[in-house]
């Protein structure tokens, strides 16, 4: 009988041959990008051949890594939906929710607290990556995604929409006289996203023509909660989401630099396998956050184009 490989170098070509990079491996599966290459030089060494190429610009799965890729992802869904059956068999209370960094902090760790006196025996454990959490492979119940809502074979239900605010620490406004219209803001400093896209789009959206070009210059971040921070401690004004600002603008510890959101077509969503989206404990997940994504929202005026 053929020995079988360890598990842990074939989730790791799993991940890699799925994601096409051993950083986003790593990062879905918690490790380094060099435990990553160690898991599967280990695997090329014990099948006796090249799984993927290393170029330039990134790895290539070699032809006996394409052949092996469908079995070995077949089989890890299979072991996922195998043990989905009996978890729900066995009433397993375990919840496993993956979650955005910033919306993590910002939104839904300080209302944690709620849901776990509502529903004290759920094993509620809360995962945080920038990586696109992979409901088929295992491990996650329920993901908490940034975007448009599309994504096949999956429930996806709104949390709240994503709609970018221009705010400061109220110091800052103190030091510069406040802004009246847009292009005012141009005179204060500006702090970017990791892109430096928001600024740019937030002044166009605004019929600042042409766009300062402030907008394109500054310090950048490329997280969420350190926009939040560097506003906070008056390096700037950030554009951020509106709902995870609210803490910060409830406390005084930041303001609105103008009252000028721009409104977003993406959106936070809470997504489940379709097969899992009516177990008790993803249910009662999901019907808790609903309400509470609609509370904020009912605090914020601004909704995204389209919506109502």
Known sequence: MTRMPPLNALRAFEAVARLGSMKEAAGELGVTPGA?????????????????????????????????FPAVRSAFRQIVEATRRVNSAAGSQVLTVSAPPAFAAAWLVPRLGAFQAKHPAIDLRLSTSRALADLDAGGT????????????????????TAALAPV???????????????????????????????????????????????????????????????????QGVALVTEA???????????????DLPLPQDCAYWLVCPLAAAEQPKVAAFRDWVLVEGAADQAADPVTAPGET
Request: charged residues 25%.
């Open 244 to 258: 995870l600002a609210r803490p910060e603008l409830a406390s005084g510890a930041l303001a609105r630099a103008l």
């Open 141 to 160: 119940d329920i993901a908490i995604r940034h975007g448009s809502g599309r994504w096949k074979g999956l429930r996806a239900d709104r949390i709240v």
């Open 36 to 68: 990553i290459s160690q898991q599967v030089a280990l695997l090329e060494q014990r099948l006796g051949v090249l799984l993927f190429h290393r170029r330039e610009r990134g790895l290539e799965p070699t032809e006996a890594g394409r052949a092996y």
């Open 168 to 234: 400061c620490s109220p110091a800052l406004l103190r030091r510069h006289p406040p802004a009246a219209r847009a292009e005012e803001l141009a005179s204060l400093p500006l702090l970017h996203d990791g892109q430096r896209q928001d600024w740019p789009l937030w002044f166009q959206a605004h019929d600042v023509q042409p766009v300062p070009r402030e907008a394109f210059s500054g310090p950048s971040f490329d997280d969420q909660m350190l926009l939040l921070r560097a506003a906070a401690a008056g």
